[in-house]
């Protein structure tokens, strides 16, 4: 078992009750981006808010390489993963999440994936070849974005917006605020003392940017919220991917799209290693409803914000918070 940094009893983490075991939800959407009809899924798709992406074209042994890595780092001493932190946001991180007082059964690492402004704490991640785990990186960050910007050049399509890049071009542009993480949760044996208790390895949250990419292990432990309050376990599948609606899509859709609460639990045998890439706009940008999306007479739900100002709101905020209600015009009547 890895051993958390600033060790502490279960008590000092998020305890929830379990619920009766329901199985695994089997209501999550696919999407195959070969499909001739894609276009029209993905848009019923980001409707429901999540979705699972097959046939993406971000080779399996991208994937293999950077898990491998991301394991050996973890798996390092924890004395060695403490020189790569604490984050700044960047670098190596465990327990904390954010500095407003969340905890997790987890530890991280966080890089932004514009390699000039990598933090210099991303190069001690790996003390003996940094190279190696960073050009691991570069390859799956690349593949990934280039998917999620297929994904959004679809949508347009759906949506018949025009021009087609008017969302990706968010993410290719070379000040895209866009981050990628590592997570790992290790096993937690104690688990079973913990009579009918789960552990809580990231709490509930929407992710604020415009999607987020995912791709974990074979082992469980993401929920999702569903509409009427119900928390459901979404089935592992370690060769696809699973994209999240962010809070800033779902303002430029003025409410269509709809970011959807979800969360992760640790496991008491496996452990669970995930890899998220965040699109994120650049810090400038203006996010709002795209006009061509507003019926006649229809006005915008949202207060108009630049991402920055979304950005540090959200850094001062909870995990659990309604971060994106503070900008609701009607919050600010």
């Given at each position: 078992?890895?051993?958390?940094?600033?060790?502490?009893?279960?008590?000092?983490y998020?305890?929830?009750?379990?619920?009766?075991?329901?199985?695994?939800?089997?209501?999550?959407?696919?999407?195959?981006l070969?499909?001739?009809?894609?276009?029209?899924?993905?848009?019923?798709?980001?409707?429901?808010?999540?979705?699972?992406v097959?046939?993406?074209?971000?080779?399996?042994?991208?994937?293999?390489?950077?898990?491998?890595?991301?394991?050996?780092?973890?798996?390092l001493p924890?004395?060695?993963?403490?020189?790569?932190?604490?984050?700044?946001?960047?670098?190596?991180?465990?327990?904390?999440?954010?500095?407003n007082?969340?905890?997790?059964?987890?530890?991280?690492?966080?890089?932004?994936?514009?390699?000039e402004?990598?933090?210099?704490?991303?190069?001690?991640?790996?003390?003996?070849?940094?190279?190696?785990?960073?050009?691991?990186?570069?390859?799956?960050?690349?593949?990934v974005k280039?998917m999620?910007?297929?994904?959004?050049?679809?949508?347009?399509?759906?949506?018949?917006?025009?021009?087609?890049?008017?969302?990706?071009?968010?993410?290719?542009?070379?000040?895209?605020?866009?981050?990628?993480?590592?997570?790992?949760?290790?096993?937690?044996?104690?688990?079973?003392?913990?009579?009918?208790?789960?552990?809580?390895?990231f709490?509930?949250?929407?992710?604020?940017?415009?999607?987020?990419?995912?791709?974990?292990?074979?082992?469980?432990?993401?929920q999702?919220?569903?509409?009427?309050?119900?928390?459901?376990?979404?089935?592992?599948?370690?060769?696809?991917?699973?994209?999240?609606?962010?809070?800033s899509?779902?303002?430029m859709?003025?409410g269509?799209?709809?970011?959807?609460?979800?969360r992760?639990?640790?496991?008491?045998?496996?452990?669970?290693?995930?890899?998220?890439?965040?699109?994120?706009?650049?810090?400038?940008?203006?996010?709002?409803?795209?006009?061509?999306?507003?019926?006649?007479?229809?006005e915008?739900?949202y207060?108009?914000?630049?991402?920055?100002?979304?950005?540090?709101?959200?850094?001062?905020?909870?995990?659990?918070?309604?971060?994106?209600?503070?900008?609701?015009?009607?919050?600010?009547?």
């Open positions: 078992m890895v051993v958390l940094s600033q060790p502490a009893a279960l008590d000092d998020s305890l929830i009750q379990a619920r009766k075991p329901t199985g695994l939800f089997t209501g999550i959407p696919v999407v195959d070969s499909d001739p009809d894609a276009k029209n899924l993905i848009v019923k798709a980001c409707e429901f808010g999540i979705f699972k097959v046939n993406h074209g971000v080779p399996v042994e991208f994937m293999n390489k950077l898990e491998a890595e991301a394991l050996r780092f973890f798996n924890q004395s060695e993963k403490d020189r790569a932190g604490p984050p700044d946001p960047f670098g190596y991180g465990s327990k904390r999440i954010g500095p007082g969340d905890v997790g059964w987890i530890e991280y690492v966080l890089l932004n994936t514009n390699p402004v990598i933090s210099h704490k991303s190069f001690s991640i790996f003390q003996e070849n940094p190279e190696m785990f960073l050009s691991a990186v570069d390859r799956y960050v690349s593949a280039k999620a910007c297929e994904v959004l050049e679809l949508v347009a399509d759906g949506l018949e917006i025009k021009p087609r890049n008017v969302l990706s071009r968010l993410l290719r542009d070379e000040k895209s605020d866009s981050c990628f993480r590592l997570n790992h949760y290790p096993p937690c044996p104690e688990l079973q003392a913990l009579s009918g208790r789960n552990l809580v390895g709490g509930e949250h929407t992710d604020p940017q415009i999607i987020s990419v995912l791709r974990s292990n074979n082992t469980s432990g993401l999702i919220c569903l509409r009427d309050g119900t928390w459901v376990t979404v089935p592992p599948d370690q060769f696809s991917f699973f994209i999240n609606v962010g809070d899509f779902q303002v859709t003025n269509r799209f709809k970011s959807v609460k979800h992760v639990m640790a496991d008491h045998t496996k452990s669970r290693i995930s890899m998220i890439y965040f699109g994120g706009p650049p810090l400038s940008e203006k996010i709002a409803p795209l006009p061509s999306l507003l019926a006649e007479g229809e915008s739900i207060n108009e914000f630049s991402w920055w100002e979304y950005k540090r709101s959200a850094y001062k905020s909870r995990l659990g918070d309604d971060r994106l209600g503070l900008f609701e015009k009607s919050a600010s009547q």
